[in-house]
């Protein structure tokens, strides 16, 4: 494939990974519209709670297995239907290994919350399980660069959830109506998205399924072996951008919980453009990473990195400005809270999208067993900031925290992984 090629169908699958992030970015923002308005500041935070839970819990089931079975299905794609299989099963696995420790935890840690909140809460493994099965099927689909099934699954799942979102908070029902409402389209979308893969891999040369009964367990455990670096990487990642939610839940309540949300649901929205680069770049860098073209990885992380800190500093100049407006519009006025804590939190964008593409970098080139290692750093830096600052300064203390263990978190991916990998001083 030649440079111009490679570069066309580069920033092709970036638009279309990016009109689909964007459309997750879409469900995010109006959903928390939709549920601020009506469930109110308390409401809404409960439901930040709830799905920052389940984040967690998801990338413990998923272990890795969106990134690995992308890198190893781009280099193999004959394998890709053993992959899927075994990867479905070993989910599931998992998924029960989670859901027995998570549920002596709910009832040990989440005793004296609402009824409403822990009837929400008790969906959580089910709910990850689902979203875990339909993350393998696009997994498959990335690493055959095909990004318009993704762009169709994604705003179909959005349009019906923002549908029920609407229809069950206008209507009056609760977190937990909204969790099954969840349930409902993730399932929906599972069973659309395995008929149309299948349609998918007939016209692929793809070698026969040798692996048969008992065989497919030995063969999980042997994905979730190879998957855990990868995985390990990924829940340490999570835990990391989820510690902020959970901590300031138990320190301060729902209501600070709610106004937070509501200021990063627009840094995850901010996130989606390098997110949608970043899962086009990655199947090519790994092919690449194959192939031996070194030179070529170089050249294309510094062209990354360079629109990344560029794009970083864009984010903070629009949201400081518009901002206040911003909120009072899409929230009302009982969010007013939330202008300040949005206008600091901005600021983590540079650190963040840098970090986001260092971390591919490392997946694709098969390094990613120097990802937990420093992630694992941020955590306990993140951490023990978080638990001193929130006490002492509220949800600025939040702010602060976040953005000082990012940039230490940037210095040390940089340091202790980038530079000794591309053998460099610089770049």
């Not at 570069?7 to 970015?25: E, G, H, K, V």
């Not at 901010?270 to 990655?282: I, V």
């Not at 192939?291 to 794009?311: C, H, M, P, Q, V």
């Not at 007013?336 to 986001?356: C, T």
């Amino acid at each position: 494939m030649t440079s111009t090629s490679s570069q066309r169908l580069l920033a092709r699958n970036t638009l279309l990974l990016f009109l689909s992030y964007l459309s997750q970015a879409a469900l995010g923002v109006l959903s928390a519209v939709i549920l601020a308005r009506y469930l109110g500041v308390e409401g809404f935070g409960q439901y930040a709670l709830v799905m920052a839970l389940v984040g967690i819990a998801g990338h413990f089931v998923e272990l890795g297995f969106n990134t690995f079975l992308t890198r190893e299905i781009a280099q193999q794609r004959s394998e890709a239907r053993r992959f899927l299989l075994g990867s479905w099963l070993a989910k599931v696995l998992l998924a029960v290994a989670m859901a027995i420790p998570y549920y002596i935890l709910l009832k040990v840690g989440f005793q004296d919350r609402d009824d409403v909140l822990l009837a929400a809460l008790d969906l959580t493994p089910l709910l990850v399980l689902i979203i875990a099965l339909n993350a393998s099927i696009s997994s498959v689909f990335i690493a055959y660069e095909n990004m318009n099934e993704i762009l169709l699954f994604n705003v179909l799942a959005v349009t019906a959830q923002l549908a029920g979102l609407f229809g069950l908070t206008w209507s009056g029902y609760t977190v937990d109506a909204l969790i099954w409402w969840a349930v409902i389209v993730q399932m929906a979308r599972f069973i659309f998205s395995w008929y149309r893969l299948e349609r998918f891999l007939k016209n692929k040369d793809e070698g026969p399924i040798e692996t048969h009964g008992w065989g497919w367990l030995k063969f999980s455990m042997d994905l979730i072996k190879r998957a855990w670096p990868i995985g390990l990487s990924t829940m340490a990642v999570t835990i990391y951008t989820r510690l902020d939610v959970i901590l300031l839940s138990f320190i301060t309540g729902d209501r600070m919980v709610g106004l937070y949300s509501a200021a990063y649901r627009f840094i995850d929205l901010l996130r989606m453009p390098p997110g949608a680069f970043q899962g086009a770049y990655f199947p090519m860098i790994s092919r690449a990473e194959a192939d031996g073209l070194g030179t070529e990885i170089e050249r294309n992380f510094k062209r990354a990195r360079r629109w990344s800190i560029g794009y970083g500093l864009g984010c903070v100049l629009i949201i400081v400005m518009l901002g206040p407006y911003l909120i009072r519009w899409l929230y009302t006025d009982q969010f007013a809270p939330s202008i300040p804590i949005l206008q600091s939190l901005v600021w983590i964008m540079i650190p963040l999208v840098i970090n986001d593409l260092m971390q591919t970098y490392l997946y694709a080139t098969g390094r990613e067993n120097l990802v937990p290692k420093i992630s694992f750093i941020g955590i306990l830096i993140n951490g023990g900031l978080l638990i001193w600052a929130i006490p002492a300064f509220g949800m600025m203390g939040v702010v602060m925290s976040v953005l000082i263990s990012n940039v230490v978190l940037s210095g040390l991916f940089w340091n202790m992984a980038i530079r000794k990998q591309l053998g460099q001083g610089k770049m």
